[in-house]
Nanobody, 124 residues
Framework: QVQLVESGGGLVQTGTSLRLSCKAS????????MGWFRQAPGKEREFVAA????????YYADSVKGRFTISRDNAKNTEYLQMNGLKPDDTAVYYC?????????????????WGQGTQVTVSS
């Protein structure tokens, strides 16, 4: 069982940056592939980024490619999402997710554990 707790969300202006963190419980964090998803008001939850167990492989949605960077520190049981060049369209609740497996997936049904979400609001 893995428990995930996100932090780092907030209200920021267009063009600025935020770094989200996702702290995982348990001693087997390195066995899990991790992902970030987001849900904007009135929209379905969508994939943002994913990272494999070691951090050596990552994948991004086209909408964030070149602006967001996913990373992880297995020694700290923590996943990160560095968000640069934020836009109003990035406004959403951001969720981290863990998958019991070393390879990442982009579909949320492949993830076993979810955090409670952290709100990111980007003002124009």
């Amino acid at each position: 069982q893995v428990q995930l707790v996100e932090s780092g969300g907030g209200l920021v202006q267009t063009g600025t940056s935020l770094r989200l963190s996702c702290k995982a419980s348990g001693r087997t964090f390195g066995r899990y592939a991790m992902g970030w998803f987001r849900q904007a008001p009135g929209k379905e939850r969508e994939f943002v980024a994913a990272i494999n167990w070691s951090g050596g492989s990552t994948y991004y949605a086209d909408s964030v490619k070149g602006r967001f960077t996913i990373s992880r520190d297995n020694a700290k049981n923590t996943e990160y999402l560095q968000m640069n060049g934020l836009k109003p369209d990035d406004t959403a609740v951001y969720y981290c997710a863990a998958r019991d497996g070393i390879a990442y997936y982009t579909l949320q049904e492949h993830y076993n554990y979810w955090g409670q979400g952290t709100q990111v609001t980007v003002s124009s």
